[in-house]
């Protein structure tokens, strides 16, 4: 994964603040891009500011390269990817990050390819976006198309990391319940709301529609079904012994279930 993504480079024209670098480092950081270059950087404030944005992406801020033009920047790339908020002659071929990324990494696969952002104040020049190769533009809200520079970094190398498709969202460790432990569940629902008074004899198969109906909604995993089996036992005991706290490993007394 790291080889495709080590091959994408991004280049920061002109940009004026180093805050932006900054956030720019911990975008591409958390997004797995590592190569940054600054063509002709007209930065006018606080140089720390671009560490403090970084947080823990300063490794990508100390290796970054400083050419003098875009021309230079993409000089070893066959590929070359400029961002536009604008629209007009000459960029209206402009396609979204998600419909490029995978193009991308494959192009990505075989040598650098450059993804170019323009200057803060007036973007990429007519001649920058005539050496780009693929232009991307985000969809965005028509009323305020233009995003901050750190911002469509961030949002172009999301869609790069995604397509990557390498994401595994967490699964969850407690299996799904068994429909035995869940009829169990309802059984013992049913036995202790009757002994707190919750409901009486001839209204519990009606209401325990409504309970099984939270059940069926809600209660996915065998560790959800052992904390609601837990609820009912101790209630069903506090309300036998008049409150308090049933001992652990004690039985429900009055000849229910076991516990467990
Ligand atoms: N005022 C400038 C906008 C600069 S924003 C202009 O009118 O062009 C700084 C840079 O962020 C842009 O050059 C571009 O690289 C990127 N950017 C901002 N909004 C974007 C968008 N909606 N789509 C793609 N890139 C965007």
């Not at 961030?154 to 319940?177: D, F, H, I, Q, T």
């Not at 036992?233 to 308090?244: L, S, V, Y």
Request: net charge positive; with cysteine.
């Amino acid at each position: 994964m790291n080889d495709v993504l080590g091959n994408i480079r991004v280049v920061l024209v002109g940009t004026l603040y180093h805050g932006n670098v900054g956030s720019a480092c911990r975008a591409m950081a958390n997004m797995g891009v590592k190569e940054l270059v600054l063509a002709g950087p007209r930065l006018c404030d606080d140089a720390g500011e671009a560490a403090r944005m970084a947080v823990h992406a300063t490794d990508i801020l100390t290796a970054r390269r400083e050419v003098a033009s875009l021309a230079e920047a993409v000089s070893d790339c066959a590929f070359v990817v400029g961002t536009t908020a604008r629209g007009g002659l000459y960029r209206q071929h402009v396609k979204t990050p998600r419909e490029v990324a995978p193009e991308l990494l494959r192009l990505a696969s075989g040598g650098k390819v450059a993804l170019v952002f323009g200057r803060e104040d007036k973007g990429l020049s007519n001649d920058e976006i005539g050496l780009c190769t693929h232009l991307v533009r985000i969809p965005v809200h028509p009323d305020y198309t233009s995003l901050n520079l750190s911002q469509a970094v961030l949002l172009c190398c999301y869609e790069l990391y995604s397509a990557m498709g390498v994401y595994e969202p967490p699964v969850e460790k407690s299996p799904p319940a068994l429909a035995a432990r869940k009829h169990k569940l309802a059984d013992m629902w049913r036995a202790m709301l009757l002994q707190i008074g919750f409901m009486k004899a001839d209204k519990a198969d009606h209401m325990m529609q409504g309970v099984q109906r939270i059940f069926s909604r809600g209660v996915y995993s065998d560790d959800d079904v052992s904390i609601l089996m837990g609820v009912a036992r101790q209630a069903d005991w506090a309300a036998r012994h008049g409150g308090g706290v049933r001992p652990k490993g004690s039985t429900r007394s009055g000849g229910g279930h076991a516990a467990h």
